[in-house]
């Protein structure tokens, strides 16, 4: 038996009417809307294979276009990271980096103590004040104040001494390796590549850093908490044909994960549309602009209190998995952000689709639990430095068991790290000419006990665990 989950718009009657009597000439000039050019788009791609192989060809050289030798995003800073393991963990020793950034769209025409105090909330404003005026914060190598305004064209960058957040300490397995593609099992509880808070600790880094190799190109993207098979090319030609294979629709995943209740029985398929609601509390649902969104979903297991379940993604959208299992009313069992017992769960309702008025709800919420790192001015003017005047090796920084002593950056984590990993597992990756595939996780086995679960893999936001 298979059973399609699809929300369908029903217009009224007196819509009908209106549209039926505008002028014939009129109604054949109808804009059309988002979900129409979508839809007209796949038929070309499905119908039109010159189409298709010319798209792939755009897409591919935008992403892989070539870049000035001096170009800031290419930065090599391995020789910063060095890693210890502590009580579980792998983490980084504080190091100074540059952050720069072009500025976006949504940047132009705000000042640029607005837009960090605003969209980057993970420190204060009075710490944002006091990096404009050290000349912490540049824009294109310049100083600025707090009213100046950010322009389209303009590199943004932030000079800071980084305290990285702690990671697993699991070991990368390598499934597969030739010379230009590497297949691994990555662990949860460690993202992909460079991003928000955490550089060095990273997948790519990680592999970088033990093996000597200085450039990757992650194929697949996880979220840091899902664990399972990542395809890694060596060089940018056998990126660029995953790339290709990607986008063309002839790569076949497969996933598995553990969710609440017992799953229906049979194949599963949901087809609900997904928005994402905030990019910066990196939070999707369903939605009525939501783009177009496949999965299926098929149970392997049932223990009496949770299900082993298959996924199979037909389109790739940012938390497609574990947004469609939480509309179907059976969420990922310990999933922090969609899963039951969270204290804005209420605004993430099984079976509706979003409104505005819950995403504000949902986005305000999420932000009372973001975490925000504690900051003091230093009492005198060299305790922030910038970070040439410094060697890598000169990083015995801290002095006391609260506050970093060169940036005072406080060392007690705003962010409770005990859960780091959740059920979620990329299993099994295949295309006309490969196939690979990992082992199982621990918590996919049939006689799999909730209850001994690892705390990194306990909800730490579920109330009903407190």
């Keep these: 038996m298979t059973l399609t989950v699809d929300d369908h718009i029903v217009e009224s009657n007196d819509h009908n009417k209106t549209v039926n009597q505008l002028p014939k000439k009129r109604k054949e000039k109808k804009k059309e809307s988002n979900k129409e050019k979508a839809e007209r788009k796949r038929r070309l791609i499905t119908e039109n294979p010159h189409y298709r192989q010319a798209k792939n060809k755009e897409d591919s050289d935008k992403k892989h276009r070539r870049r000035k030798s001096d170009d800031f995003r290419d930065v090599d800073d391995m020789h910063t990271a060095n890693y210890y393991f502590e009580d579980g963990m792998r983490k980084v020793k504080p190091y100074y980096f540059e952050y720069k950034s072009f500025a976006k769209g949504r940047w132009f025409d705000r000042t640029i103590l607005d837009v960090f105090s605003s969209e980057f909330r993970d420190r204060s404003e009075d710490y944002y004040r006091y990096a404009i005026e050290r000349g912490l914060l540049t824009i294109n190598d310049k100083h600025v104040t ?7 064209g303009d590199v943004i960058g932030h000079k800071i001494h980084r305290h990285e957040p702690p990671c697993t300490d699991e070991s990368i397995k390598i499934v597969f390796e030739d010379d230009d593609l590497m297949v691994v099992d990555k662990p949860g509880g460690i993202p992909v590549h460079p991003a928000g808070r955490y550089r060095h600790n990273s997948i790519v880094h990680v592999l970088k850093k033990e093996r000597n190799i200085p450039k990757l190109y992650p194929a697949n993207r996880l979220d840091l908490p899902t664990s399972g098979l990542m395809l890694i090319a060596k060089t940018s030609a056998r990126a660029q044909k995953i790339e290709r294979e990607m986008s063309g629709g002839l790569i076949r995943k497969e996933y598995v994960c553990r969710v609440d209740g017992k799953f229906p029985d049979g194949e599963i398929i949901c087809e609900a549309p997904i928005k994402c609601i905030s990019h910066k509390m990196s939070v999707n649902y369903v939605h009525d602009d939501g783009k177009p969104s496949v999965t299926k979903f098929e149970r392997l297991s049932y223990n009496g209190k949770t299900s082993v379940v298959r996924c199979k993604p037909l389109t790739g959208r940012t938390h497609q998995i574990r947004v469609h299992l939480r509309y179907l009313g059976y969420p990922i069992s310990n999933d922090p952000l969609y899963g039951n017992g969270t204290s804005w769960s209420p605004w993430i309702r099984p079976g509706e689709r979003m409104v505005e008025k819950d995403a504000r709800m949902l986005v305000d919420k999420l932000f009372e639990y973001s975490p925000m790192e504690e900051w003091f001015e230093p009492e005198t003017e060299n305790h922030v430095t910038a970070p040439k005047t410094r060697s ?7 002095l006391d068991e609260s506050r970093c002593s060169e940036c005072s950056a406080s060392l007690i984590l705003g962010k409770n790290y005990d859960q780091l990993c959740i059920f ?3 299993w099994r990756y295949s295309a006309n000419e490969w196939e690979y595939e990992t082992e199982l996780p621990f918590w996919a086995k049939e006689d799999f006990n909730d209850n001994d679960a690892p705390a990194k893999y306990k909800n730490a ?6």
């Design 146 to 152: 707090i009213n100046t305004l950010i322009k389209n």
């Design 392 to 398: 890598p090796s000169d990083q015995d920084v801290i």
């Design 424 to 426: 979620l597992h990329a």
């Design 461 to 466: 936001f579920n109330e009903n665990n407190k």
